[in-house]
């Protein structure tokens, strides 16, 4: 099943939740919409869903209209952050719900009901625990339950909002690979909501990127990760560190740091501002004739084999802190110990890579 959207734009009293979005889901496909609380991306999974009319636009089933179409004949599972099991229910009853409540002309037999839902529970590996009652399993049972739900009436579509929202860590990252193991043994196209960026990247095949009701960003995660298409999705997608300066035929100059910005090459001394994830840093003992930003060490975290540097910028004299806020590095911990640094010690640092973008022109 595909899904064409089609200029879709919602609003709630002057609270603009969608403006003219577009976007096509490839049948089979699992796609993350990710972006901050507000951006929009809920709102359109329920228009997706038909819980919520859209103001303007139209949502395509395999090139079907279904803008008008109940929710009940979409065809569409559910899976919400919050479980939404019945609590009088056993696991077995939970998951046979749907076909129970199906038309008389469309509900299965009794015995195709029981072998459908213990297939389902095998499935999602949780056959054991067909006699227990929701308050008797685990936030991650409940929400390998909750899915089994959902796909007991072989919707064409699933629809997941914050699946694993209310999961602690490591039970977080447990269900985002049975989640992605269970796709690719399933196919159903897929759509979930989320505003974490490690699970977007980690579980789809395609992201789209969310901002103020607008679509940034549509791309493989290898895609949105490289190539980010606007300083809202470089910032977005994990930690990065924010430089000022100013781009001249191809270079971005910056306080006590020199970068090559070829893409900027018509610029001239444009303001400009240079992004650099904390793996692109490079850190050195300071020497007064070295090249890059003097900064000192506030903070050292030394987990595993990587440090996380916490650093505070100087002026160039390497003796007042400057204005700017804190800039993060991340070098292998093998490195941090030959450098020999302890908390206090002034070092440079010089960005390896980095994405440039021009501040744009007043208006």
């Known amino acids: 099943m595909s899904i064409a959207i089609r200029q879709v734009s919602k609003q709630f009293g002057d609270f603009h939740a969608l403006r003219n979005v577009s976007l096509d889901i490839e049948s089979g496909e699992l796609v993350a919409l990710l972006g901050p ?12 869903a038909g819980l919520e009319s859209a103001d303007a636009g139209s949502i395509l089933f395999s090139g079907e209209d279904t803008t008008d179409k109940h929710v009940r004949e979409r065809n569409v599972g559910f899976v919400f952050q919050h479980y939404a099991l019945f609590r009088h229910m056993t696991v077995f009853e939970n998951v046979a719900f749907g076909l129970r409540v199906k038309p008389r002309g469309e509900r299965p037999s009794e015995a195709q009901i029981r072998s459908r839902v213990h ?60 989640l992605r193991r269970l796709h690719d043994e399933l196919h159903v196209t897929s759509i979930f909501v989320t505003h974490d960026q490690e699970e977007a990247l980690e579980v789809s095949d395609r992201v789209v990127l969310m901002n103020q009701g607008q679509v940034e960003q549509i791309g493989s995660p290898q895609q949105v990760w490289d190539h980010p298409a606007s300083p809202f999705v470089y910032g977005f997608l994990g930690d990065v560190n924010l430089f000022h300066g100013r781009a001249h035929e191809g270079e971005l100059h910056l306080e006590g740091m020199k970068l090559q910005a070829p893409e900027h090459a018509d610029a001239r001394d444009a303001q400009a501002y240079a992004y650099v994830r904390p793996h692109d840093l490079e850190v050195q003992r300071y020497t007064s004739e070295g090249s890059g930003r003097v900064v000192q060490l506030q903070r050292a975290i030394v987990v595993g084999p990587i440090a996380r540097l916490e650093l505070l910028p100087l002026e160039d004299t390497g003796t007042h802190p400057a204005s700017e806020a804190l800039i993060e590095a991340q070098i292998p911990a093998e490195r941090f110990r030959e450098l020999g640094l302890q908390e206090g010690d002034t070092v440079r640092v010089q960005p390896r890579k980095a994405r440039v973008f021009l501040q744009p022109a007043a208006a």
């Open 119 to 178: 297939d389902l529970l095998k499935l999602v590996q949780l056959d054991w625990l067909a006699d227990r009652y929701p308050s008797q399993l685990s936030g991650g049972q409940r929400q390998r339950i909750a899915l089994a739900r959902a796909l007991a009436v072989e919707p064409q579509v699933l629809l997941l909002d914050e699946p694993f929202g209310a999961l602690d860590a490591k039970v977080r990252k447990e269900l985002r690979r049975w």
């Open 37 to 48: 609380s507000g951006c929009g991306k809920t709102t359109l999974l329920r228009i997706i």
